[in-house]
Every structure is written in structure tokens, then in C-alpha cells.
């Protein structure tokens, strides 16, 4: 794969700084000196420590990959000129499969496609140093977010559409379940807070969970505090998503709650 990557797209395109850093495991971990590489840390919730994701080499289709923001610009310039990739083959990988049953997946090929605000995009996001990109194919416009932190949840791409991007709109649906929303509200009132939050929380599995560790401390800390929330749809499951207005950022949730309107299951849409 790496002689693949050099051959067919790094040195066409003149990219200087993109490629794989070949580590290797022994008695020391080893690899190619990379110059002007950014070293990679983790923020343990109170002090930076050096972070780093060892790939092995059969793993490089997922991970491993270095590159610079100049390097993916001039990339995604070549693609929207066309001069990587067929019309054909950009719209394969940005098409999203279809499922068995009919629905359509998150990813096309290698790329994730879905809707945000109301418009197709698509891109990826990934480790262990956080890179975020978002293309919008209706505006020709490539959003490329490099970060050296590895717990950081993937969202200033989206922030920078934001600008450029109308809000979605607070949905005027009547909401016949309010203690769904009373219950969420809380809940993220407590988990932002540190405070318990069970109260807010079906039986089982802690739905919280994901909320409180990792990448989920990350985003509760980036979008700040809820403001606001809306039903948009209840989904024929008896799922009901949320229109959540944060302070930084708006998002759809799904969210899944018990008899008594506490909350089971949560995730972005």
C-alpha cells in the first residue's frame, strides 16, 4: 500500500509530506525520520502526556497515514478538478451503499456520505492525532482540520461549515412525550456538570456511558451547554430525535426511552 500511495497519488500530485511512517516493534519502536511531524499528545483532564497509536503495516488501510493540510488541499483541488479520479469513480466513493433492507449506509467507498444541515457531504475523520475532513460536493469546498491531540472529538470541521451553512430550523412538532425531553435535558445538564444522573436514566446499561469517558468528555467540553430542544420526528421504532441547541453547536440526537420516559439509548444522527 505504501508504494501504491507514492506511485500512484503522492508523486503525480507532488506531495512532499504525505505517506506512512513504516514503524516497527522489537526491542524499541522504530520508523522513518519524518521532518516538521507534529508530535502527537492526549490531555488527561489535567496535563498533556505524549500519545502515540502504533498501526501495524496490515492495517494501513485504516490508519497510519501522515500527511499536511498544503498536501490534502492540493489533493482535493486534483480531485475537484478532475484530475485524479473519473467523474465516475468520485461519485462512487461518495455515493452511500444500500443496505438489505433498504436504508442507506454511512459510507460509500471509504468515505463517509451523509446529510448535514440538509446537504450531502462527505469525508472522515481520524487517529490517533485528530484529522477531520468535510467535503461539501455542491460547493466544491474541502474542509481540512490537522490536530496533534488524540482525544479530541471531531467537530471543528463542522463548525467551519457552520458559517457558510443556514441552521437547521426548531421543529414546531407537538412533543406528547414532554418527560423525554424533561429527562434529556437533565441529563445532559448532569453529566456536564459531573454531577450523578441516574435519575435521568432507564434501568440497565448506562446510556451516559459514552458521555462520560474518551471522545464523549471531549464533546460535552467543545459544544458546551445545552440550550434548547425540539422534537423533530418520532421514528417508527418509537425512537423520537431531538433538535439539541448547544452552546457551540447544534446537533440531532436520537434518543430511546422507557415506559416512564427515562432515557435508554443516545447517539448523534
Given at each position: 500500500?505504501?508504494?501504491?500511495?507514492?506511485?500512484?497519488?503522492?508523486?503525480?500530485?507532488?506531495?512532499?509530506?504525505?505517506?506512512?511512517?513504516?514503524?516497527?516493534?522489537?526491542?524499541?519502536?522504530?520508523?522513518?525520520?519524518?521532518?516538521?511531524?507534529?508530535?502527537?499528545?492526549?490531555?488527561?483532564?489535567?496535563?498533556q502526556?505524549t500519545?502515540?497509536?502504533?498501526?501495524?503495516?496490515?492495517g494501513?488501510?485504516?490508519?497510519?497515514?501522515?500527511?499536511?493540510?498544503?498536501?490534502?488541499?492540493?489533493?482535493?483541488?486534483?480531485?475537484?478538478?478532475?484530475?485524479?479520479?473519473?467523474?465516475?469513480?468520485l461519485?462512487?466513493?461518495?455515493?452511500?451503499?444500500?443496505?438489505?433492507?433498504?436504508?442507506?449506509?454511512?459510507?460509500?467507498?471509504?468515505?463517509?456520505?451523509?446529510d448535514?444541515?440538509?446537504?450531502?457531504?462527505?469525508?472522515?475523520?481520524?487517529?490517533?492525532?485528530?484529522?477531520?475532513?468535510?467535503?461539501?460536493?455542491?460547493?466544491?469546498?474541502?474542509?481540512?482540520?490537522?490536530?496533534?491531540?488524540?482525544?479530541f472529538?471531531?467537530?471543528?470541521?463542522?463548525?467551519?461549515?457552520?458559517?457558510?451553512?443556514?441552521?437547521?430550523?426548531?421543529?414546531?412538532?407537538?412533543?406528547?412525550?414532554?418527560?423525554?425531553?424533561t429527562?434529556l435535558?437533565?441529563l445532559?445538564g448532569?453529566?456536564?456538570a459531573?454531577?450523578?444522573?441516574?435519575s435521568?436514566?432507564?434501568?440497565?446499561?448506562?446510556?451516559?456511558?459514552?458521555l462520560?469517558?474518551?471522545?464523549?468528555?471531549?464533546?460535552?467540553?467543545a459544544i458546551?451547554?445545552?440550550?434548547?430542544?425540539?422534537?423533530?420526528?418520532?421514528?417508527?421504532?418509537?425512537?423520537?430525535?431531538?433538535?439539541?441547541?448547544?452552546e457551540?453547536?447544534?446537533f440531532?440526537?436520537?434518543?430511546?426511552?422507557?415506559?416512564?420516559?427515562?432515557?435508554?439509548?443516545?447517539?448523534?444522527?
Amino acid at each position: 500500500m505504501p508504494a501504491l500511495l507514492d506511485r500512484e497519488i503522492a508523486k503525480p500530485l507532488g506531495l512532499s509530506a504525505t505517506g506512512f511512517a513504516m514503524a516497527t516493534d522489537g526491542d524499541a519502536r522504530t520508523g522513518e525520520l519524518i521532518p516538521k511531524r507534529a508530535s502527537i499528545y492526549g490531555w488527561t483532564g489535567q496535563r498533556q502526556r505524549t500519545s502515540e497509536f502504533f498501526f501495524e503495516q496490515l492495517g494501513y488501510g485504516a490508519g497510519g497515514l501522515y500527511s499536511s493540510a498544503r498536501d490534502l488541499a492540493t489533493l482535493f483541488s486534483a480531485l475537484d478538478k478532475g484530475e485524479l479520479l473519473s467523474s465516475q469513480s468520485l461519485q462512487a466513493i461518495m455515493t452511500p451503499a444500500s443496505l438489505p433492507d433498504g436504508r442507506k449506509s454511512g459510507f460509500g467507498i471509504g468515505w463517509t456520505a451523509r446529510d448535514y444541515h440538509g446537504v450531502p457531504v462527505v469525508g472522515h475523520s481520524g487517529g490517533p492525532a485528530l484529522a477531520d475532513v468535510l467535503r461539501i460536493p455542491s460547493q466544491r469546498r474541502t474542509i481540512i482540520v490537522l490536530t496533534n491531540q488524540q482525544v479530541f472529538f471531531p467537530m471543528l470541521a463542522e463548525r467551519l461549515a457552520d458559517l457558510t451553512l443556514p441552521d437547521l430550523p426548531a421543529s414546531k412538532l407537538q412533543d406528547d412525550r414532554p418527560i423525554v425531553a424533561t429527562n434529556l435535558t437533565g441529563l445532559f445538564g448532569a453529566v456536564a456538570a459531573g454531577k450523578d444522573h441516574r435519575s435521568f436514566v432507564a434501568a440497565g446499561k448506562d446510556p451516559a456511558e459514552p458521555l462520560r469517558s474518551g471522545f464523549g468528555k471531549a464533546l460535552i467540553e467543545a459544544i458546551g451547554p445545552l440550550r434548547s430542544l425540539s422534537l423533530v420526528r418520532v421514528e417508527p421504532d418509537g425512537s423520537r430525535v431531538f433538535r439539541l441547541q448547544f452552546e457551540r453547536k447544534q446537533f440531532d440526537w436520537r434518543v430511546k426511552a422507557d415506559a416512564d420516559g427515562r432515557i435508554s439509548d443516545l447517539r448523534p444522527t
